[in-house]
């Protein structure tokens, strides 16, 4: 079976990761180690492939990290928070120019431990390089604007914006690379020092990087720790110590983290939290067209993405014929290893496709069928994508976010009652909308634009292009992620004013002739 595995994509070695990065230094671990198996076998017969091991450091580790971020922050007084905006812009394009150089490395760790396909992998890393390079010209952006005074009642005011303080990251499994990258480089670049724990899934790929945030970065900026949440960030927050909580994953982690912080009102948060994205499929639909983005969206990793399709509203009048399509489309999808670029992959969880199973009996007791063919049938680390109809509200598949290949199927015959299902919900991220009238469309978009965040047209939900704003209503998110907005989100307008006199205005002259202020200054990035 390994012979069959293309060269470039082989894991030769274990990787045997036992260094973690804290105050500026890798340190070896000599402790327990976390093992990291795919669960894509790489022999005849089937058995996870062991992959290597990250360490599974303990509470001490954690708050070790944590002093050397608040040592580094400094109350505000620290080398990085009051580093010139031209310093910390050079040492974050020194970042990322050594992470390119382990493209490779990322992109196949990337397919190995998750199962993302090959296009998917490349494009992740090749995604969250650009958007570090944007975040870099969206910054200098921001530098120029503030490059003034303005005057109002007599009161002059120099407006910039300034760092928060301390950040707990923790990315997701799904986008290990890039939505983990999207929370820590604005925050890091707009001055805040962090502590990141990469999630259980998707941890491996983040080694590779651990000596260019060292050699990029003044010590304690970025602490990387490795381990399980509850021993380490439980610990952390329950310090009070933590500025800003940047988390994708689900509400009830962030509620329980949350709710350890002494004093939550001061914690300033960052989330990305789960969906239920629907699509409505109206009778005037492209059917066609809505088949080709349904299967994208209910089925692109799995459906393992917050902007998943993750149920279907279908118009009765067009019921038959989509549902005939669309379940053709579903079985004829490829399965296969990541390298060989299939549309399904393996699951990297090994309890993932017991789950579906459990959702599919669940809709099955209560009267709805699998409508496609390979429904539900199982291999070893995958269950094949089943289409579930009729699907009711008692059902767990209509209320959970399944996060996998199971995808139910509501049928209606007025608007109000997708309308009214969202609108009931706890979530309310995105929304599908296939149809070609015009004049149904418009009251439609109106309404849905004030339920979800984003109303994607005869398209799949998604996240990008990053420059737009990334969001949700409800339980499915805390702030607002994209280049331009994330680096609001990771800081706050803070300013100089002085009242117009003669006095004062000797004194501002002076800053700026002399340049000694980091903070007062008409100097900027071209």
């Known amino acids: ?52 091991s990250v360490p599974n ?34 040492c974050m394009e020194k970042f990322v120019k050594k992470m390119e150089t382990k493209r490779d490395i990322v992109v196949k760790l990337i397919m190995w431990e998750i199962g993302k396909n090959l296009t998917d992998a490349q494009k992740e890393f090749d995604r969250t390089v650009k958007y570090i390079y944007d975040t870099i010209e969206d910054y200098k952006n921001i ?29 997701p499994y799904n986008y290990p690379l890039n939505e983990t990258f999207a929370l820590l480089i604005p925050a890091l670049i707009m001055g805040n020092t962090a502590i990141f724990k990469p999630a259980k899934f998707g941890v491996l790929l983040i080694t590779p990087l651990l000596e260019a945030f060292q050699e990029s970065f003044p010590s304690g900026v970025v602490n990387v720790i490795f381990g399980r949440g509850r021993v380490l960030a439980s610990p952390i927050m329950q310090t009070g110590k933590v500025d800003v909580l940047a988390l994708i994953g689900n509400s009830k982690s962030a509620n329980a983290l949350i709710n350890q912080h002494p004093k939550s009102n001061r914690l300033r948060l960052v989330l990305g939290l789960e969906a239920k994205n629907p699509a409505i499929v109206l009778p005037h639909a492209d059917l066609d067209l809505a088949v080709k983005e349904c299967i994208s969206g209910s089925l692109s990793f799995n459906g393992q993405r917050c902007t998943a399709l993750k149920i279907i509203y279908v118009h009765k009048d067009v019921k038959e014929e989509f549902l005939g399509k ?41 009267g709805a069928k699998i409508l496609n063919k390979k429904g539900g049938q199982h291999f070893d680390n995958y269950i094949w994508p089943a289409v579930l109809y009729p699907v009711t509200k008692d059902m767990r598949v209509y209320e ?12 209606f015959t007025d608007i109000n009652e997708p309308l009214d299902d969202m609108a009931e919900s706890n979530y309310g991220q995105q929304v599908s909308l296939f149809g070609k009238n015009v004049d149904v469309l418009a009251p439609l978009i109106d309404t849905l634009a004030n339920l979800v965040c984003r109303v994607n047209l005869n398209s799949s939900c998604q996240r990008g292009p990053d420059v737009y704003p990334f969001t949700g209503r409800k339980d499915s998110a805390k702030s607002t992620l994209s280049v331009h907005d994330a680096l609001r989100s990771f800081s706050i307008r803070t300013f100089v004013a002085s009242k117009d006199n003669e006095q004062n205005l000797e004194i501002l002259e002076q800053l700026m002739d002399k340049k000694q202020s980091k903070f007062i200054s008409t100097d900027y990035i071209l």
């Open 1 to 52: 079976m390994k012979n069959k595995i293309p060269i470039a994509y082989q894991i030769d070695q274990p990787i045997k990761a036992n260094t973690y990065l804290i105050n500026g230094k890798l340190k070896a671990w000599s402790g327990h180690m976390a093992d990291v198996n795919s669960s894509i076998s790489s022999t005849e017969k089937y058995k996870p492939t062991y992959l290597g």
């Open 57 to 90: 450091l303990e509470e001490k580790q954690g708050l070790e990290a944590l002093d050397a971020a608040v040592e580094a922050y400094d109350e505000g007084k620290g080398l990085w928070p009051t580093m010139r905006v031209s310093e910390r812009i050079d």
């Open 143 to 171: 530098d120029r604007n503030a490059a003034k005074f303005e005057k109002h009642d007599g009161v002059y005011a120099h407006i910039r914006r300034g760092p928060l303080g301390v950040v707990l990251c923790l990315g």
């Open 326 to 366: 669309f379940n053709k489309a579903v079985d004829n999808a490829t399965f296969g290893n990541p390298w060989e670029d299939t549309m399904l992959t393996p699951l990297p969880e090994p309890d993932k496709p017991q789950y579906i199973q459990e959702l599919i009996d669940d809709a099955q007791d209560k």
């Open 400 to 411: 959970e976010e399944q996060f996998g290949p199971v995808i139910p199927v509501v049928s």
